[in-house]
């Protein structure tokens, strides 16, 4: 039946344009879906964006290296705290600045709390497009308990600028530490209810199941990571595979599949957040005593010309800064690698003889927020 | 998803292995323009990925643009830093038939570095507005000292 | 106008007594109609807090007021704090917010949440362009503003606030605003609507 509309379509020239966005409810920013359609079925996709571009890496050459802190929470405003610490933790490394102890493990515990609401929020807006309009309240409300631990040492919701050169700006204290512990213990439930309220779901599960395969050699061609190529059995998760911080000491899992559907999108990504508690857990039980600042912190500096990569493993997948210095007190380039770049650069080929209905799936399941991609 | 690493005889300029602790590469390459598309079809046959692709405008120091290319693959890590020096206004070959993943990395070094693919399938801007008659990243455009009024560091009064 | 247990209201005794002075809260705002030299205890007592009498056009703004109904219209990061407001801490279904459409031709305010770029500039103008009136823009976040964190001489991406492309009613500062300043934005707003005050076209 699909082949006869297709093959009458083609011969009548019944192919439309269907334009989606870039103001579009379902909540990825403002990306913009050209779609040809013959029927409900897609022909063509092309993806439009730039509609977010800020000029980020234009504002990293005009102003001076600590001034692009600011900067780095809005990349990927929903992994803010990931990507600031990951600028710190490049320009450590072509400084070569030793970190404190306990200001690693704080950064680990920041980090991973960030990774899990970032997930929630996904969930939230994931089951919302596709239909499910109430674990967003509950998924939602699990982030808010962590935007309340967060705002404790950072003083912001969203956007942070918590890491320094060095070290972090400020300390946690024992409040800190027990509102960390009874989240812990609240969200082992919540999993549950999750488990319950969408996973078992009959219409989540037919909307997802099968749709939007992207198999590991389409993950490869692409340069698509993080919970995507996860999901399609590729075992590659930067803080396992090139370990930056203080990651190879904890004891957690890179959780696979091999269905590579959005059904498998969505378990990794329920997967990642038991890991991610696993990480807080042991981060709390390690936190040793200690300056979270090095004795002569840097401020002003001229790092030597040369070129640096560093990666960290953001809540989208490969996260990579390459900076570019030329021995003076502003960069000469900072590239910001960013992950959904490139798994948004797959989505015109997945998304070729799919319905409309489900490119809300299958773009909602990749994960994608577009100021990271228009940087 | 692991391969052996490419094998790059005759194609390269220069080739030297980095620490990877110290910079973050593995290895550092370079190459003439003309090899690109030979190098990029090693590695993907390689079974590696096309990390990031990006481009830098050295006219000032080299009187050159330089290209900057990183593949990688899933594990065990192994980072290839390639850099490839153009004559300010030539064009560089496309490697997008040797992996998909330099289709939107190539519009985006035209978009903000004004260098054209040879061979690319529809190399058209991509973040900015199609009608932009600028090259954003160049060295030259956009300069916070160039503003009217402009002084120090961006966070001046408005007039 | 007869109530039900009080006297008849001739029409020239009316006047308008004064405006309310613009307070957060929903009551006790807007004129009141009263007989000369007549208080409000005309209104038995405990109809008070139902019954009101006014002009049409002050009631029709308080029903437009606590029914705002704004357009999904999430930039950038503001665009996440706006979510959290309609989630279930902040709850802007209480103020009669919460109803997020995403046609432009259903919505009355246009909350501006997040940068805008160039590119972006037309779209926003052609969305405000397709709301019907009376409508009402916010801007909400550094960026909407003036540029926000992203201001700095020679911008060359970015439109430096959203009152270069519409008129604003409202600005939210913040980067981003809590969601708790959003909701005050948008009572602020409400209390400017039931003052009847807003941009024509």
Redesign the interface.
Known sequence: MLEEIRDEGAATGERYVLNMGPQHPSMHGVLRLRLELIGEEIQEAEAV??YA?R?H??MA????WP?FLPNTSRVDYLSGMIYNLAYCQAVE?ML?IEVPERAEYIRIIAGELNRISSHLLWLGTYVMDIGGLTPFLYAWDDREQVLNILERITGSRLTYSYGRFGGLTMDVDDVFIKQTQVFLERMKGRLVEYDKLVRQNVIFIKRSEGVGIID?ETC????VTGPN?RAAG???DVRK??PYGIYDRFDFEVPTLTTADSLARYDIRIREIEESLKIVGQALRDLPEGPIMPDKPKKKFKPAA??????VEAARG?F?M?L?SDGSETP??I?L?TPS??NL??MP?VLRKTMVADIIAIVGSIDIVLPEI?? | ?SGTAPGLDGLLLTSAAEDHG????HHRHTCAPESLLAIARAF?AA?Y????M?A?DRRADLDKMRL?Y?WNR????D?H?LQCDLEVGASAPSVVAA???A??MEREVYD?YGVTFDGHPDLK?????DDSD?H??L?D????E??E??SG??H?E?A | MAGPSGPTIALDDLRIAERGNGSLTTAGVGPSLVKEGADADEIPLELQPYVRFGLLEDLLNKARANSLWPLTFGLACCAIEMMAAGAARYDLDRFGAGVFRPSARQADVMIFAGTIS??MAPVVKQLWDQMPSPKWAIAMGGCTI?GGPF???????IVEGADKIVPVDVYIPGCPPRPEALIAGILKLGDKIKAGRRFKG
């Open positions: 964006i730039g571009h000029a890496e234009k050459e005009n102003r001076t001034m490394k070569e590991a490869r061609r692409y340069g190529l590729v075992a590659y595979d090139e040369g070129e640096t990569y560093f990666a490969h990579g390459y570019v000469f380039k590239k690698r770049f490139s650069a797959a080929e228009d940087r | 998803m110290k910079s973050g590469f993907d079974g990925f096309l990390e990031m990006t830098e900057v990183t899933f594990g065990p890590v980072r830093l992996t998909a993943a289709d939107w903000m801007r991509i973040l900015l507005p600028f954003a990243l060295k455009f956009g300069r916070m160039d503003a009024g402009a560091n961006g001046g408005d | 160039k590119k003036d201001k700095y001489p020679n911008q060359y991406a």
